[in-house]
Each structure stands twice: as structure tokens, then as C-alpha cells.
């Protein structure tokens, strides 16, 4: 074995989980930002954790509203994730710029895209500083799912979004 950097080491566990958190700007209009740095904390009650970079607008706008919709996007999104993770939503809308169909998520006033495979509606518990990043601890109000879609990974350290392989 060979010591690794954090980067060749997310290409040794790819494929990860792609997420786009989805979060209310300023505006009332949702901003999108792909991440991967997520996962489970909790069953009981069903709580979420995901990290964002300390300057983010995404974990500025979760602090400052306390809610977030955490989804798996579609496969038909791969070029528009791309895309959303190469601008801020502090100055770019997101969902405008790369065309993405948007719909409602009943008891919450956060829109997600419509090819979603999973939406995790949460409020947002405590926020925690971890190097870098912020990490955000959420507790799931929600989840809505279609299992006929087919989610996003990051592939080869976030070199590529694509399906994952049936196994």
C-alpha cells in the first residue's frame, strides 16, 4: 500500500452517492448544488449529515433557513450537475441556466427537480465546523422516492457523473 491525498483516495471508493441539496435563496427560487460529502447519521429519528465548503452560499442558506431537501438526482441531470457544481448560486440560477424542470414537494416551499429518484425533506438540527467544511446535521422530515429512476454517482474522484451498474 501506498500513502494516498484525500482526491485518489474518493477515486479508491468510487463510485459515491451524488446529491443535490436544494435550498431556498434569497429570492424564493431553489439553488442547487451537487455534493457527495453525505450520509445517513440516524434511524431513530431518521437524520442526514452533508458538508459544504465554509464559504458556501448552499450551507449559508441552510443555516439561515434551517431547511434543506437533500435529492439523488435522475440520470437525464448528469450534464446539468456538472454544470451546477462549476458556479455559485449566489450569482448564477442554477435552474435557469441549465434548463432543469422543477416541481413542488408537498409541506415544503423548496422545489426540486422533477427526474429526482429520492427527496429527503429535513430541517436542519446543528451545524458543526470539520475542517473545511461545515457539516450540517439534519433531521429527516420526509423522504419521497421513485424507484423506477435511476440515480447519480460520482465516478473516478468526481471526474464523471453517471448510473451506477446494475450488480
Not at 43 to 69: D, L, Y
Not at 101 to 127: F, K
Amino acid at each position: 500500500m501506498k500513502e494516498l491525498n484525500i482526491m485518489e483516495a474518493t477515486v479508491l471508493t468510487s463510485p459515491n452517492p451524488l446529491t443535490l441539496i436544494c435550498s431556498k435563496k434569497e429570492d424564493g427560487s431553489t439553488n442547487l448544488a451537487p455534493i457527495c460529502f453525505v450520509s445517513y447519521l440516524s434511524f431513530n429519528p431518521p437524520m442526514v449529515g452533508f458538508a459544504t465548503g465554509k464559504q458556501s452560499h448552499t450551507g449559508k442558506r441552510v443555516r439561515e433557513t434551517g431547511k434543506v431537501i437533500v435529492t439523488v438526482p435522475g440520470e437525464s441531470l448528469a450534464g446539468a450537475v456538472m454544470a451546477c457544481g462549476a458556479s455559485t448560486g449566489a450569482e448564477t440560477d442554477k435552474v435557469a441556466a441549465n434548463n432543469i424542470e422543477m416541481m413542488a414537494v408537498e409541506g415544503s416551499d423548496i422545489q426540486i427537480p422533477a427526474d429526482t429518484r429520492l427527496a429527503m425533506v429535513a430541517t436542519l438540527q446543528q451545524s458543526v465546523e470539520v475542517g473545511d467544511h461545515i457539516l450540517h446535521i439534519c433531521q429527516v422530515d420526509k423522504f419521497l422516492g421513485d424507484e423506477d429512476k435511476k440515480g447519480l454517482y460520482a465516478w473516478n474522484g468526481f471526474g464523471k457523473v453517471a448510473p451506477a451498474a446494475e450488480g
